[in-house]
């Protein structure tokens, strides 16, 4: 590996964060499996490199961790334990919503942040909000149904910038 032949000397300290169940790199030939074998390539005389789970989620109630945890379960691994709340987490509540459409979807996600974005005077709120799609492709249509519905749109990343004309030419 690449990264063996790079590091691997004994005054080299070297560290990987990553979820093998993440592998939004595998279009640029990253796998999973290489932080799984982590620990074994990069062995010491005293055994295995040490595996630190990052498990504590400091952003989302219980509610939330409960139904993740459930929705990851079959992909668990040796290296990937179940979420944990932070301390003072609240119980959260969890909303689920299946509509026909893509449009449906994106004007019912926007009617929802629309809702609690506002106050009840009709003023904005100060509260802030992130949808995330399961693809590019969606961008477009939650774009179009938050602006529907009077809500200010800013998208991060590469993605979203592909789809604003001024890049798009």
């Not at 932070?86 to 959260?92: E, I, K, L, N, T």
């Not at 919503?97 to 106050?119: F, K, L, P, Y």
């Not at 477009?140 to 809500?151: F, K, N, Q, T, W």
Request: with cysteine; net charge positive.
């Amino acid at each position: 590996s690449l990264l063996r032949s790079l590091f691997h000397h004994p005054s080299v300290a070297l560290t990987a964060v990553g979820d093998p169940n993440q592998s939004i790199y595998g279009w640029r030939g990253a796998s999973a499996t290489t932080l799984l074998r982590f620990p074994t390539e990069f062995a010491d005389p005293q055994g295995p490199a040490q595996v630190l789970p990052l498990s504590t989620s400091w952003r989302n109630d219980e509610a939330i961790l409960a139904a993740a945890n459930v929705t990851a379960a079959p992909l668990a691994t040796a290296h990937v334990r179940p979420l944990t709340a932070r301390a003072g987490a609240g119980v959260g509540s969890l909303t689920v919503v299946r509509r026909e459409t893509a449009e449906d979807e994106a004007a019912h996600v926007a009617a929802w942040i629309a809702a609690r974005w506002r106050s009840p005077s009709g003023r904005r709120s100060g509260r802030t909000a992130a949808v995330l799609c399961r693809r590019r492709s969606a961008f477009p249509i939650v774009m179009e149904a938050l602006r529907e519905a009077g809500l200010p749109v800013e998208v991060v990343g590469l993605g979203g910038l592909l789809t604003t004309p001024e890049v798009s030419d």
